[in-house]
């Protein structure tokens, strides 16, 4: 078999959601007999739960695949699967990391869209050779001329090398199969030099604890040697060294250019890091790797056990979580409300979304989430600059000099017809236009400066509702932009619920707050006494709604009489709940906490 450098390729699958990913990897490992006929099924990669129930990629995976070339050379083909939302950019960054080419599929109905050309950006920054792949070309109404052009004309990558396929029926398969074996370029790592290998992904195995999934570079990783972590220094004896193909295979080496996983009995996940390097602590290298930008979180929310002695397992699944995905950021914090919990930093709502459900399915928790908020920058009169991750750590406004928000660059990929409802959106999330491109006369792109709070709630939802499904979105983060922002606190019974407080625009402080408690009023249980929701701004209340009181008919025993006896005995009510009104606490459950979620709209 190709056990030379020559003969090996590592490759990567990139493209929008829904564009046949996946489906392409299945075929690709069908092909190249990797999976037996019984072992294969639909989605083959994707492995988590969420991803199979969803039908979205969440984590990139990784598989190796032999290869008998047309002219009988024997190849090594090392594939990542990677995802396709925006909100998991990062894993798609790191998985490119360890290739040295990629195949850009692209719809051959949709044609380009938001995240093809994010990710085709990616690809070609980092310096690898591309690939179009135009999918689903078996489809009547697929147009693969129109679906080229675009490639050549939005994209900006020539298409002289491109390959029609049908994932699902097999159909160029064969071709695409050539295709990269002849244009992606074996790994140009030195097989003499000292090892160094890259960590770009790890999970935590209850046997094994933190395994490692790694691109040796330079030299050559035994399975009989002691490992040294250059970021810490830590050294570890190898327990297991293999390759994923699908499932993990105990090899006795890995040589410079080979994808593979390692295990040294790492109990801590603290310990691994990703875009950590590798290296033979017998013979070391002299300078690790360039590893990977540290992320700036966009979007913030608190994570609370709904049982207070649950701390302990909810720190501990969030470290191995953070093995996982070294995206997510946490750090401890306490609500008046909720009691100890962590602030927990995600790349977007999606992102979040996936974490919170993990962490409830694969560490069994039962969690209690705060709404989303973004970070902002605060700016004191005395001169210090604050950030905030959480709505209720703002000082008091008269302390407060201005109070900046995160603006994002958002690119809307759409059919022609939809450009008006979308536009509207935008204006309405105080979005300012900084072009409108038309490739055709079916393609547009609109790029907006938009706010990351006003994205944050429900954007992506209206988004699709107003395009029918058709438009998709991508966007950076551009900077900061100093705006009119107020903290809207809710308050129960006058008491402020620190995790509920919302950071809004002036304008529309009376709209959000006032759809927050009626959507609140919707959850939260009657009690025997009356219970007042408002909204204030500061000491000023701008919205208020009541949870009417449960009624009990104490004057049913009265059959006629005097009348005085009824008053006397409806008096003692009114007193009984005004104690207990003074006295009682009102438990507010998790509905409640996630109806900031869905109350944008809701106070028209």
């Known amino acids: 078999m190709a056990d030379s450098q020559a003969h090996i390729r590592c490759f990567a699958i990139i493209a929008h959601i829904d564009h046949g990913k996946s489906t392409l990897a299945d075929r690709l490992l069908e092909r190249t007999g990797t999976l037996t006929e019984r072992e294969s099924h639909d989605q083959f990669l994707d492995k988590m739960d969420l991803e199979q129930e969803r039908g979205i990629t969440i984590k990139a995976q990784t598989v190796r695949m032999k290869y008998r070339a047309a002219d009988g050379t024997d190849y090594v083909l090392n594939l990542i699967d990677t995802p396709g939302h925006v909100d998991f950019h990062y894993e798609v960054s790191r998985s490119l990391a360890a290739c040295e080419g990629v195949l850009l599929v692209v719809d051959a109905v949709q044609g380009v869209e938001a995240q093809t050309v994010a990710n085709a950006e990616i690809a070609v920054a980092t310096g690898l050779e591309v690939i179009p792949v135009v999918n689903k070309v078996d489809l009547p109404n697929a147009d693969p001329e129109r679906v080229l052009a675009e490639i050549e004309d939005i994209v900006g990558i020539p298409t002289d090398d491109a390959v029609l396929v049908s994932a699902k029926t097999g159909q160029g398969v064969e071709e695409l199969l050539e295709a990269i074996v002849r244009v992606v370029p074996p790994p140009s790592g030195d097989p003499d030099a000292p090892l160094r290998a890259l960590v770009f992904d790890s999970w935590y195995d209850s046997y094994l604890g933190a395994t490692m999934l790694v691109r040796v570079v330079d030299g050559c990783l035994a399975r009989r040697s002691t490992l040294r972590l250059m970021s810490t220094g830590s050294e570890w004896d190898t327990t297991l060294l293999g390759v994923l193909v699908p499932e993990a295979a105990r090899v006795e080496k890995l040589s410079a ?3 593979g996983v390692v295990a040294a009995s790492i109990r801590d996940p603290k310990a691994v890091h990703i875009g950590d ?6 013979a070391p290298a002299a300078t690790p790797l360039p590893g990977f930008q540290p992320l700036q979180p966009m979007v913030w929310s608190g994570l609370y056990p709904s049982d207070s002695g649950e701390y ?13 995905d070294s995206s997510i950021f946490a750090e401890p914090e306490t609500s008046g409300a909720l009691g100890f919990g962590f602030r927990c930093g995600y790349l977007g709502l999606l992102h979040m979304e996936i974490a919170q459900e993990r962490l409830e399915r694969e560490y069994g928790l039962d969690l209690i989430i705060t709404a989303p908020t973004v970070v902002y920058k605060v700016r004191m009169k005395s001169g210090e600059e604050l950030e905030l991750h959480r709505p209720s750590d703002l000082p008091p406004m008269g302390d407060v000099d201005e109070i ?45 400066e938009l706010p990351l709070a006003e994205v ?14 058709y438009a998709s979105m991508n966007y950076e983060v551009i900077g900061f932009r100093t705006d009119d922002l107020v903290r809207v606190d809710v308050l129960v019974n006058g008491d402020p619920i620190d995790a509920l407080a919302i950071i809004t625009h002036r304008d529309t402080a009376h709209r959000r707050g006032l759809g927050l408690i009626r959507k609140m009023k919707e959850h939260i249980p009657r009690q025997m006494y009356e ?21 009990k008919n104490v004057t049913a025993k009265c059959y006629g009489g005097d009348i005085t006896r009824k008053k006397k005995l409806l ?14 606490q009102v438990e507010i459950p998790q509905e409640a906490f996630l109806a900031v979620l869905s109350s944008d709209d809701d106070g028209n």
């Open 257 to 259: 250019g080979e994808v």
């Open 404 to 448: 900046a928000e995160p603006l994002i660059l958002a690119q809307i990929h759409m059919p022609s017809e939809y450009i008006g409802p979308v536009m509207q959106l935008c204006q309405e999330r105080r979005g300012v236009q900084r072009d409108l491109a038309v490739h055709g006369s079916q393609r547009a792109v609109l790029r907006y």
């Open 277 to 282: 390097t590798l290296t033979d602590a017998a």
């Open 531 to 551: 219970v007042a929701l408002q909204a204030s701004i500061g000491s000023k209340v701008v919205a208020r709604v009541n949870v009417k009181a449960l009624r």
């Open 456 to 469: 944050a709630v429900d954007f992506y939802d209206r988004l699709k509702s107003c395009s029918r499904g």
């Open 571 to 584: 008096q003692k009510q009114k007193e009984g709940k005004k104690r207990m009104k003074r006295l009682g």
């Open 312 to 324: 302990d397992p909810l720190r501990s699944a969030i470290e191995k979580l953070q093995l996982n």
